[in-house]
């Protein structure tokens, strides 16, 4: 038991930083479940470090039971602080659109998964999960469109650069040309003078 314990300790090191979401929030599954560390930056990585930081924060905030999951209880006092509670139905409903592994709970990657489809605009404007991810005061939806936006700003920039980088390769071929046709049409010259001078 001391050597696994000794394992199981080493075993977060080769990872992320602590202070970093990905380092504290592979909490995905139960304690010892056997299954893969959930990489948040790595799997979400149309947010930034400090958005999936916000998430962790509230999710954990509302994870009552400290077990890694939002239940149905969680969730139901989860949208009545956010102003926004739902019928038991509704709740079902909320955990259901996003619940890939069917336990009827949401684990931390599912809850991002709410905040992904908000970014798309893959949620009803009526849904409880619209409300939850307008509600939380973590915005994705701008920070998704500037993200965009320099990606594509960027992308423009680059090609930019890279025409701009190959007018002055052209410019100096020219120029060079330019340079060996009058190096060329000197030396005709001085051949004509040359054999002048002969005579």
Do not use: C, W
């Amino acid at each position: 038991a001391e050597e696994l314990s000794g394992r199981r300790g080493r075993g977060p090191e080769p990872g992320p930083g602590p202070g970093s979401p990905v380092g504290r929030a592979g909490f995905e599954g139960s304690p010892g479940g056997g299954r893969r560390v959930f990489s948040p930056a790595g799997e979400f990585r149309e947010f930034s470090r400090r958005q999936l930081r916000d998430m962790e924060r509230l999710f954990r905030q509302y994870d009552a039971g400290k077990d890694g999951f939002i239940d149905l209880m969680e969730l139901k006092l989860m949208m009545e602080k956010l102003g926004a509670p739902q019928t038991h139905l509704g709740l079902k409903n909320m955990i259901k659109e996003v619940d890939e592994d069917l336990d009827s709970k949401l684990s931390f990657r599912e809850f991002l998964l709410i905040f992904r489809k908000a970014a798309a605009g893959e949620l009803q404007e009526d849904s409880g999960l619209h409300a939850l991810a307008r509600l939380s005061e973590i915005d994705v939806s701008t920070e998704g469109v500037k993200g965009a936006k320099n990606f594509f700003e960027a992308k423009v920039q680059a090609i930019h650069d890279a025409s701009r980088f190959e007018e002055e390769i052209k410019a100096e071929q020219e120029e060079k040309k330019k340079q060996a046709e009058e190096l060329k049409q000197r030396k005709a010259a001085f051949k004509e003078l040359q054999s002048t001078f002969k005579q």
